[in-house]
């Protein structure tokens, strides 16, 4: 998880970036939040335990201000696996900012009152998320007891649950991953959009972790001499070397077990784009020049996927 936490973070501190998560996913895409009012928070706090300081960081947070008023701190944590206590580390986030304000005499706004703590927890994992989003899901609360207990419920979005409306509601970069993961939900082929991107190098690299595959970078390298990338520059580059390298093995070999060689690599590369959600079984097929049933029979995928 710890180059994943680096992708993600790099990408999402940009403020553009990170006024347009915020926006789509809590203000359904109305620009409440401007990329200028934000400022770099602390992402550190420290908490102690039989008198040993431990230290715990947030993913990334910035102070949402408005001329000189907080207005509130905002968080993103990521997800790539499940966690069933993630509520409990939340609240520990959330709380550990709730206390630095106390502690700072600039923590009041001129109200005379604090700013409040607002945390996004963004699960970007393959695994079904099985468990409960609120505090008392990590407690074993007897029910007497449970009208006593407060209850913290989570910002918690699924990339796994998200869809193709969901994409109009982002601006940034950010909306070429959410249309990938809407479009793969949805059991159809993804098609790259041709607009510039303004952090390439950071969605490149944000691909490259989370399908564990160098071609993403290779193929910023590659395209970074450009006046401007977009995703349908990085993806046809991606798929035009995916797809060479399986023909360059038959070429090399020259022989009918050197084709036949060369065929099971491109069909594997294929059946792998499939699976991502990036290409159809139809699209796939037509790519090595089968039929769709061949294509299936020799990827072991069904018409479906």
């Given at each position: 998880?710890?180059?994943k936490d680096t992708s993600t973070k790099t990408l999402e501190?940009?403020p553009d970036v990170f006024a347009d998560i915020v926006n789509?996913?809590?203000?359904?895409?109305?620009?409440?939040?401007?990329?200028?009012?934000?400022?770099?928070?602390?992402?550190?706090?420290?908490?102690?335990?039989?008198?040993?300081?431990?230290?715990?960081?947030?993913?990334?947070?910035?102070?949402?201000?408005?001329?000189?008023?907080?207005?509130?701190?905002?968080?993103?944590?990521?997800?790539?696996?499940?966690?069933?206590?993630?509520?409990?580390?939340?609240?520990?986030?959330?709380?550990?900012?709730?206390?630095?304000?106390?502690?700072?005499?600039?923590?009041?706004?001129?109200?005379?009152?604090?700013?409040?703590?607002?945390?996004?927890?963004?699960?970007?994992?393959?695994?079904?998320?099985?468990?409960?989003?609120?505090?008392?899901?990590?407690?074993?609360?007897?029910?007497?007891?449970?009208?006593?207990?407060?209850?913290?419920?989570?910002?918690?979005?699924?990339?796994?649950?998200?869809?193709?409306?969901?994409?109009?509601?982002?601006?940034?970069?950010?909306?070429?991953?959410?249309?990938?993961?809407?479009?793969?939900?949805?059991?159809?082929?993804?098609?790259?959009?041709?607009?510039?991107?303004?952090?390439?190098?950071?969605?490149?690299?944000?691909?490259?972790?989370?399908?564990?595959?160098?071609?993403?970078?290779?193929?910023?390298?590659?395209?970074?001499?450009k006046e401007s990338v977009s995703m349908s520059d990085l993806?046809?580059?991606?798929?035009?070397?995916?797809?060479?390298?399986?023909?360059?093995?038959?070429?090399?070999?020259?022989?009918?077990?050197?084709?036949?060689?060369?065929?099971?690599?491109?069909?594997?590369?294929?059946?792998?784009?499939?699976?991502?959600?990036?290409?159809?079984?139809?699209?796939?097929?037509?790519?090595?020049?089968?039929?769709?049933?061949?294509?299936?029979?020799?990827?072991?995928?069904?018409?479906?996927?």
């Open positions: 998880m710890a180059e501190s940009f789509g996913f809590l203000f359904n895409g109305e620009q409440v939040l401007l990329p200028e009012e934000l400022v770099p928070a602390d992402t550190y706090s420290q908490y102690k335990v039989d008198k040993d300081i431990h230290i715990q960081e947030r993913d990334v947070s910035k102070i949402w201000r408005n001329s000189s008023i907080n207005i509130a701190l905002i968080g993103i944590e990521n997800q790539a696996a499940p966690d069933r206590f993630m509520p409990m580390r939340v609240i520990s986030y959330d709380g550990a900012s709730y206390r630095n304000q106390l502690r700072k005499s600039d923590g009041k706004n001129k109200t005379g009152l604090h700013y409040p703590v607002i945390t996004l927890v963004l699960y970007f994992g393959s695994q079904k998320w099985n468990y409960a989003t609120d505090l008392h899901s990590c407690l074993d609360i007897p029910e007497k007891l449970k009208p006593f207990v407060s209850n913290y419920q989570m910002n918690f979005f699924d990339m796994s649950k998200l869809v193709g409306a969901d994409t109009d509601k982002f601006r940034s970069d950010f909306k070429n991953i959410v249309d990938f993961y809407a479009t793969a939900n949805a059991g159809k082929e993804y098609i790259p959009s041709d607009t510039s991107l303004a952090h390439s190098q950071e969605v490149a690299d944000f691909f490259r972790v989370f399908h564990g595959d160098e071609t993403f970078a290779t193929a910023y390298n590659e395209l970074r001499r993806l046809k580059y991606y798929f035009g070397d995916k797809l060479e390298a399986g023909k360059a093995e038959a070429r090399a070999e020259g022989k009918a077990e050197g084709l036949a060689k060369g065929e099971k690599k491109t069909v594997e590369i294929l059946a792998g784009l499939v699976r991502d959600g990036i290409l159809s079984v139809s699209e796939a097929a037509k790519r090595i020049g089968m039929s769709v049933d061949e294509f299936c029979k020799k990827s072991k995928l069904t018409p479906e996927n």
